[in-house]
């Protein structure tokens, strides 16, 4: 069975003369474990899918179920729980608390959710991130690399169902840029992360298992990339 499906989704704004459609009648499945890619040019629509995937936005129409759920039929409280509990949201700017060190930046969607930290997943996210010797530093302590590193920890230390990326390494330079997409590939490939990253490099999507583009508000096209 499929992790998510989205249903003949689309998302307005506006009305009118003023009426923008930034998505229009989208419809796709993604897999467990699969790793996918959305591109397309700016003001295409890709980001707003993003966060209507991740419960943050909602749509006009249509559906979103992840795991056979419709996202959308939960009230305020249940989304937030959602997302917190079934959501890694990984953006291009880190979004870190500046006065929260790495290990604390990393741990809070747990400890904001009443739940105790996996001690042994936190180590080893600090491990496999290369942050361990980081871990009481605050974000003005560390590169944008590393900063980016910390929100990937913070994505994954909740072990959710499918983490999304959006434009992870737009802001930074081609080395670190490697170096993200490799590690977002290890959440996918080790730990079994549904991965659906946005970004408008195609020498990244292609390192995807898929590609989806996305051109004024509708898939332009749906391809495997490897199997």
Do not use: C, W
């Amino acid at each position: 069975m499929e992790l998510l499906k989205v249903e003949h989704l689309s998302k307005v704004y506006g009305k009118g003369e003023n009426e923008v459609r930034a998505l229009d009648d989208v419809s796709f499945l993604i897999q467990p474990r699969e790793f996918v890619a959305i591109i397309g040019p700016s003001g295409s629509g890709k980001s707003t899918l993003l966060h209507i995937l991740g419960g943050v936005d909602h749509p006009t129409s249509g559906h979103v179920y992840l795991d056979g759920k419709d996202v959308y039929s939960q009230n305020e409280e249940q989304l937030a729980i959602f997302r917190r509990r079934e959501i890694g949201l990984i953006y291009q700017f880190y979004n870190l608390i500046p006065v929260l060190d790495v290990e604390e930046n990393m741990t809070l969607p747990v400890l904001m959710d009443g739940r105790e930290v996996n001690q042994e997943r936190l180590k080893e996210l600090l491990h496999v991130l290369d942050l361990k010797g980081r871990k009481k530093h605050l974000p003005n302590q560390l590169s944008g690399g590393q900063q980016q590193r910390v929100s990937i920890g913070r994505a994954l230390m909740n072990a959710p169902a499918i983490v999304l990326a959006d434009e992870p390494t737009g802001n930074l330079d081609s080395k670190n840029s490697q170096e993200i997409m490799e590690l977002l590939k290890i959440s996918n490939q080790k730990y079994g992360q549904t991965l659906v990253v946005i970004t408008h490099d195609e020498n990244l999507a292609l390192q995807a298992d898929r590609i989806i583009s996305i051109e004024d508000g509708k898939i332009a096209r749906d391809e495997v990339i490897r199997r």
